[in-house]
């Protein structure tokens, strides 16, 4: 897949960006445009790809790390994330509200700098696919698939796309001008909004076209095109309800990819978790770039927390295996993943966010 013209850049760990603009995209989510703070290129990304960022807040003794999408087609000027302000659980309003996204939307101002590493991710659309495609997301979940829709506008994609999004009200509802402008401009894309608890201004029609939520009805109607490959991203419960449904309708696990944003249920994916209590005497665990071998015990948690505990700087995003950012060369040594991951390592890898050594283990970089 071409990805880009003109000028393009990597870089290593952290690079500083500058935030060009904000812009409020609903009432709950709103948009940071960024320019690398040095003047120079942006690193091309796929549609559907993340950024993992790091704010240093005042008083938090360490900076936070966060993985965002790249809510835009890539344009070569600006990346732009959409964030959701995230509140306390409904159940747990006692709880603090989100670290880094209440920052973003009550602290973070156009000029502001903060720091990215090149975008990342699996979950991206091929443009040079010809096989019919259905983005289906949930509330903030969406912003992959606007990514991928916009590079398919802007590419004259031709490929039959079905784009299915699921939101409580109007009050989420982001980018609704934008999506309605490419639904009348595009005879291959087939669009179906749900609020699931519309509001009394909410307009049945014009902001949305049905209340309640992804139903198996519909879902059954795309698994009858058994060439369809499906795009999932949104909360747990709404993947999950999703994604059997597209099962039982006959549909292969192959075909159905999926994002998770946070810690997750999902169990499309084997889950990995360890019958066997370790053996925790014999265990030691080599971080080869360091030189450094520490004994690991069960109170140790994942890998990345006791290359903490050991002042071991490991990459890390989301740290619960769905950003890939962690993935570490596995030298030698077997490990045993604590709950299922978004993420598939690559061979000869693991995700130290979410594994603990079964064996002594050797990680290389
Ligand atoms: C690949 C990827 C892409 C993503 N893309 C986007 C995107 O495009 N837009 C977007 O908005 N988000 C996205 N996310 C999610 C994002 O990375 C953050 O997870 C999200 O913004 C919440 O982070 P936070 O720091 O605000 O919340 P956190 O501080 O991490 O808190 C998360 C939740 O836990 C609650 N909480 C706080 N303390 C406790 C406690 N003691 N016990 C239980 N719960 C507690 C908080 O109230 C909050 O609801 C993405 C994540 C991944 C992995």
New binding site residues.
């Given amino acids: 897949m071409t990805l880009t013209n003109g000028r393009e850049a990597s870089w290593v760990s952290y690079r500083d960006f500058l935030v060009d603009a904000i812009v409020p995209e609903s009432e709950t989510?709103k948009s940071f445009y960024l320019v690398p703070a040095d003047g120079g290129a942006l690193a091309p990304y796929l549609p559907g790809q993340?950024l993992p960022i790091r704010l240093a807040m005042r008083g938090l003794p360490k900076p936070?790390i966060?993985?965002?999408?790249l809510?835009d087609a890539f344009d070569g000027r600006r990346y732009r994330?959409?964030?959701?302000r995230?509140?306390?659980?409904a159940d747990?309003p006692d709880?603090?509200?989100?670290?880094?996204?209440?920052?973003c939307h009550d602290h973070l101002q156009s000029g502001d700098i903060l720091q990215a590493k090149m975008p990342n991710?699996r979950?991206c659309l091929d443009l040079s696919e010809t096989h019919p495609v259905a983005l289906i997301a949930g509330g903030?979940g969406v912003?992959?698939m606007i990514s991928m829709l916009n590079a398919a506008s802007r590419a004259g994609c031709t490929r039959e796309i079905h784009f299915l999004f699921a939101l409580r009200h109007g009050g989420d509802h982001v980018f609704r001008e934008h999506l309605q402008q490419l639904r009348g401009r595009h005879a291959n894309l087939r669009m179906h909004i749900l609020y699931e608890q519309p509001r009394p201004e909410d307009r049945l029609g014009a902001d949305y076209d049905a209340a309640g939520r992804i139903d198996a009805s519909l879902l059954r109607q795309l698994a009858a095109e058994r060439r369809m490959e499906y795009f999932l991203c949104g909360p747990p419960g709404m993947m999950q309800a999703v994604a059997a449904e597209l099962l039982e309708a006959g549909v292969e696990n192959g075909r159905i990819r999926t994002?998770?944003?946070?810690p997750s249920s999902l169990s499309l994916r084997a889950a990995m978790a360890d019958e066997e209590p370790p053996r925790e005497s014999e265990i030691s665990v080599t971080f080869l770039r360091e030189g450094v071998t520490v004994p690991w015990t069960g109170n140790s948690g994942t890998l990345l927390e006791l290359a903490e505990a050991n002042g071991i700087e490991l990459d890390y995003?989301?740290r619960?295996g769905?950003?890939a950012t962690c993935q570490t060369t596995l030298v030698s040594g077997e490990v045993a993943y604590l709950h299922p991951t978004?993420a598939t390592p690559d061979p000869g890898t693991c995700l130290p966010c979410s594994c603990r050594p079964v064996t002594s283990v050797v990680l290389g970089s």
């Fill in positions: 989510a993340h936070i966060r993985c965002y999408t809510s994330l959409t964030i959701k995230q509140g306390p659980p747990r709880l603090p509200a989100g670290l880094s996204s209440t920052w991710g979950f903030i912003t992959p994002e998770s944003f946070g995003g989301c619960y769905d950003c978004g």
